[in-house]
């Protein structure tokens, strides 16, 4: 067993590796046959110096790249390995042959074990495939795979330090422009949002919604709109203002998850914490939905106690609760709650039929487990309020989401008519006298009473 896991990891190295030289190679040959091709930087780039030692931590990733073949522990973690180098690969190669940039600074002349290191560079790599950078890329994905890997914590840090380091060579070897790092750690991300290192992959399936294609569109304009004001800022202000292509970039995967990868572009997990490469991503929209949240619950409740026991709220009051059902995408879990449940949803969309079932499965199970110690729960109003107030022990559960008005009024709407038995209006009627601007969809009568039908027939 040990030799075939040997000889299929030898193999894929083989085959991978063949795939990068043809690929990088082939590239680099079209961009040097144009007349001219751009090179982009920035005049303060003039002064960083020329490290010649630098080339070591440089030429390391390519030892790191291919040992990491050898150190998955499985077929499938070899799997998932393979296909995040090709996927960085296919990334790089369509940005060079679309968007060819050139390196055209004179490295000194340097001798020694370096300047060998410096020549068989220099043997395959011409200076053309820069933005987004390969190395830096590849030090992202080869980088998250080794962190996983280590255990203790100064292991962890010098792996961290040493490729910052590798990072950083691509300036000091005059390898790269400043301008391709950013690029290619937001390719680097992207790559570990699409096939991440743990559970599944980023799934594509396009949206059967109108609603979340106009949501598509007002992000898809953001980030056109926020696009072109890095490049008028550029001109006029300066380079700084090309930072708001970061903005641009984090408003054109929230239209992609409307369009067509959902809840899973915030990469939010189990525990309600979102992964490292969605956080860098979507930074500046992370931010922005924090401020609106802000905004909209200005002088006004947090939350509102519906039933003895059980609340609907915004995800911000989530860490003074016993039980939490979260259904904000855009929002990592608080701390304090000892029963946590995340369904990530979208925000403003109506939540789908088998988002509202899972959402009312997930909250009954949390409801018995808090409240009820596990007993079955009565199905009429008066029941249930009496046996709330007998046996909660001053537990509490909250439905929340960013506000506290929308996808958890949804879920909360088909619990109380799915799970306790009260009529649609009557359960709608009674989240509307205890919490002010609630926002369900008319369409979500049929929904539920499919639903509540599903469940009588069980």
């Not at 600074?105 to 220099?122: D, T, Y």
């Not at 490049?231 to 970039?249: D, E, H, P, Q, R």
């Not at 709407?413 to 009260?422: E, F, M, P, S, T």
């Not at 002010?436 to 039908?453: G, H, M, T, W």
């Amino acid at each position: 067993m040990k030799i075939k896991s040997f000889l299929s990891q030898l193999v894929a190295l083989v085959v991978v590796a063949a795939i990068f030289y043809a690929s990088y190679g082939a590239t680099n040959a079209l961009a040097s046959a144009r007349a001219n091709v751009p090179e982009i930087y920035f005049a303060w780039e003039r002064a960083v110096p020329f490290w010649a030692w630098s080339i070591v931590p440089y030429w390391s990733l390519n030892l790191l790249y291919a040992l990491g073949f050898f150190l998955c522990r499985d077929a499938g973690e070899l799997a998932r390995y393979v296909t995040q180098l090709l996927v960085a690969q296919m990334i790089a190669t369509l940005f060079f042959i679309a968007f060819p940039l050139q390196m055209s600074w004179e490295k000194p002349v340097v001798s020694g074990f370096s300047g060998f290191l410096f020549s068989s560079l220099a043997a395959f790599d011409l200076p053309f495939n820069q933005a987004p950078s390969l190395h830096i890329i590849l030090c992202v994905v080869v980088g998250a795979f080794y962190l996983r890997k280590a255990r203790a914590v100064w292991l962890k840090a010098a792996l961290v330090a040493w490729f910052a380091l590798i990072g950083l060579s691509v300036l000091t070897t005059y390898q790269h422009h400043f301008i391709d790092i950013p690029t290619g750690l937001a390719a680097g991300c992207l790559v570990l949002l699409i096939c991440p290192l743990d559970g599944a992959p980023l799934r594509f399936a396009m949206a059967r919604e109108f609603s979340r294609y106009k949501w598509a569109a007002l992000y898809l304009g953001l980030a056109f709109l926020t696009l072109f004001a890095a490049i008028l800022g550029a001109k006029i202000w300066g380079a700084w203002m090309l930072w708001l292509s970061w903005v641009s970039l984090s408003f054109a995967l929230v239209a992609c998850g409307y369009a067509f990868l959902g809840a899973g572009v915030f990469a939010k997990n189990g525990q309600g914490r979102h992964a490292a490469a969605a956080k860098a991503l979507l930074f500046p929209y992370l931010c922005v939905a924090r401020l609106n949240a802000l905004f909209w619950l200005r002088g006004r409740r947090l939350l509102d106690e519906i039933l003895p026991g059980l609340y609907l709220g915004s995800v911000k009051e989530a860490g003074k609760f016993d039980a939490v059902l979260d259904l904000a995408a855009e929002f990592e879990r608080p701390g304090g709650a000892q029963i946590y449940a995340s369904l990530a949803m979208l925000d403003m969309i109506t939540p789908s039929t088998d988002e509202l079932k899972r959402g009312a499965d997930e909250l009954e199970r949390l409801v018995k487990r808090a409240l009820c110690g596990g007993e079955n729960l009565p199905q009429r109003t008066a029941e249930l309020g009496s046996n709330f107030s007998a046996e909660a022990n001053d537990k509490k559960v909250l439905v929340c989401c960013a506000l506290g008005y929308g996808r958890s009024a949804s879920v909360l709407l088909a619990w109380l008519v799915i799970y306790a038995g009260l009529g649609f209006d009557e359960a709608l009627n009674l989240l509307k006298s205890r919490r002010e601007k609630i926002a369900v969809a008319s369409s979500l009568r049929d929904q539920i009473a499919r639903l509540a039908a599903e469940a009588r027939e069980i």
